[in-house]
């Protein structure tokens, strides 16, 4: 199965960025997008996101963290 990364636009659609989520990262920096997503088949799942200490990935001691500063 293909795994691509990705950002979900303002619309709710999902836009593959690179094959990578080093890739992925540079590119949703060089546009302005704060979360990177991975997608596998039709699914896809938010991996990484970007604050002010830079790039924090899904299931990290930061992510859990700054997941609670979101609600």
Known sequence: MIVTYG???H???YYDLA???TGAKISATRRGI???YKRTGYNSRCVSVKTSKGWINEGSK???EWLK???
Do not use: A, F, M, R
Request: aromatic share 6%; proline share 0%.
């Open 62 to 64: 930061d992510h859990k």
């Open 11 to 13: 619309n709710g659609s």
């Open 19 to 21: 094959n990578t989520l």
């Open 69 to 71: 500063t979101q609600k």
């Open 7 to 9: 950002y979900i636009g």
């Open 34 to 36: 704060e979360k990177v």
